[in-house]
């Protein structure tokens, strides 16, 4: 079985402009989650979504949207990219959405390298 | 700051040696998960222990936690080259919110 798949592995944007970074989950993952980790630190979360709705979002400005299809893919869009967007985007999947005894373990792509200069 | 904390920031030990490296948080918790990052690419699951649980073993993996100091440790033993990575604790609180709060993470080298 294939993992969890993002697009694309690296580019690079200039500031102002908008980027959309895309992921597959595993197959029978509903849930999709996007961080951001910047270099030397820890990951951030960004948004949450089970079953194509959005169940959290971090402290990140409205700038970042995300979208989950019923194909449980994802997509995070960032508009008028600022330099310190320049990060890694990481994607996870899991199986839990909404138990509250869930584990929430989760299972990462290998990341969306973002350069905004 | 939501983040916990991981001390060491960084542990450079010979190979075979022993790697012990500690999470606080400040809030209650639902479970504790550690993970490792390899050179800035995706995390992977190593162990995940519930907040009634005080140890728990996978292969060289030895997880700890102590809910009344907020603490967990990550003990590897037996240490090898693979092992070589950023080690990172993700919290899951007691609210709705499912999110992972994540610490800074403790960069292990191991020398050969």
């Known amino acids: 079985d294939a993992g969890v798949t993002q697009s694309p592995t690296h580019l690079i944007k200039t500031r102002g402009q908008q980027v959309t970074l895309r992921c597959s989950p595993i197959?029978?993952?509903?849930?999709v989650s996007w961080y951001q980790q910047v270099l030397g630190q820890g990951p951030q979360f960004i948004f949450q979504y089970y079953e194509k709705e959005e169940r959290g979002r971090g402290n990140f400005p409205d700038r970042f949207s995300a979208r989950q299809f019923p194909n449980y893919s994802s997509e995070l869009n960032v508009n008028a990219l600022l330099l310190g967007d320049s990060a890694l985007y990481l994607c996870?999947?899991?199986?839990?959405?909404?138990?509250?005894?869930?584990?929430?373990?989760?299972?990462f792509g290998a990341g969306s390298r973002l350069t905004v200069l | 700051s939501q983040q916990g904390e991981e001390d060491p920031q960084a542990l450079s030990i010979q190979e075979g040696e022993n790697a012990t490296m500690n999470c606080s948080y400040k809030t209650s918790i639902n479970n504790l998960q550690w993970y490792r990052q390899n050179s800035g690419r995706g995390l992977v699951h190593l162990i995940l222990i519930r907040s009634n649980e005080r140890e728990k073993h996978s292969g060289r993996l030895r997880v700890t936690l102590d809910t009344s100091k907020k603490s967990s440790s990550l003990l590897i033993t037996a240490s090898r080259a693979a092992d070589t990575a950023s080690y990172f604790c993700?919290?899951?609180?007691?609210?709705?919110?499912?999110?992972?709060?994540w610490g800074a993470g403790t960069k292990l080298i191991i020398k050969p």
């Open positions: 993700a919290r899951r609180g007691m609210d709705s919110n499912y999110q992972l709060i």
């Open positions: 996870a999947s899991s199986l839990e959405g909404q138990a509250p005894s869930g584990a929430n373990v989760l299972t």
């Open positions: 197959s029978g993952h509903k849930s």
